[in-house]
């Protein structure tokens, strides 16, 4: 069970987090979830958590991606331990975002809104596609605050170069000045209740403005990665997609081998990674195949908790690290 021991800033800002429950800009919709300040109270984030127990996991959505993508995982995941999904800034019900939209800077972000929740690490962090950036960066800034992770579908700091160099095809623009073309797309087999929300999030200026700068940092993002490459000795699942996201030609077969390969050096690198082909999904695996992702997530948190007993230290009993 989660510790009940909590600072008072901790208290503080829980209190302004129930009270601060909103709804997204220029909408009536309300967030399922608490809005947090990260930033002297002026910037707040979108925090939803269920269930209990420990260790807690932390939901990340890929590029433009917001909290709804997780609702297949985080419901049934709740009944077994304590699980949290997030909006970054200028996503979801998370207000405009401050500074640029790169990993290095969200990763920030998400560790202020971390330590102005009454949520305690280490924490299971799970990332689909692009977030494996921001919580690979995460986990080497903050060590302490991370039990194990689980990357499904994730980028790969080395695709852009390699896909170029490969297949021809350019999948991020050239600089941060560069021009986007963004055409708001719904995330395949949301629940049927939460289709008309998750359509209303996504029109709105700020949602598309902001995944527009995130697809704009994303050469910047890679970078920040690859300049500190290593993974955290902790366990690691990699979960990489079964069915062909490219067109069915050469070129196509030679850019799906590729993310595969992308996806072994990943597992290969990490201490105790472990990779994962999950059969028949598609780049969304937590919406098209979620119970994976939670097996994912179930065995990761099952490698934490033995290494703890063998360790003999209640590393999970930890309510005050920083």
Known sequence: MRSCLLSLSSAAALIAGVLMHGTVHGTNIPAPGVLLPTLSGEHRMHL?????????????????????????????????????????????????????????????????????????????????????????????????????????????????????????????????RGQVFYRPELPPNLPEEWVSTAKRLLITDLRISTTRNELLGFRTSAAQVASAPELPDVPIIILSRGSNAWPQNERGMIMEALWRELHEDLAARAPMGELRIVPGSGHHIHLEQPDSVIDGIQSVMEQVRLREQMAGEPTLRRSGIR
């Not at 939901?59 to 991606?65: E, I, Y």
Request: charged share 20%; proline share 5%; glycine share 12%.
């Open 48 to 176: 939803h958590c269920q269930g209990s127990g420990q260790p807690t996991v932390i939901l990340d959505a890929g590029l433009g991606g917001d909290s709804l993508e997780w609702v297949r995982v985080q419901g049934k995941l709740a009944e077994s331990t304590r699980v949290c999904s997030y909006d970054r800034g200028g996503l979801g019900w998370s207000d405009a975002p401050v500074g640029p939209r790169t990993a290095g800077r969200m990763a920030s972000d998400l560790h202020r809104l971390l330590n102005n929740s009454v949520e305690r690490g280490p924490f299971v962090l799970v990332g689909h596609s692009f977030s494996a950036y921001t919580l690979r960066i995460f986990a080497r800034r903050y060590p302490a605050k991370v039990a194990g992770m689980v990357l499904v579908d994730p980028s790969h700091e080395e695709q852009i170069l390699r896909f170029y160099e490969e297949s021809g095809v350019n999948i991020a623009p050239s600089n941060e």
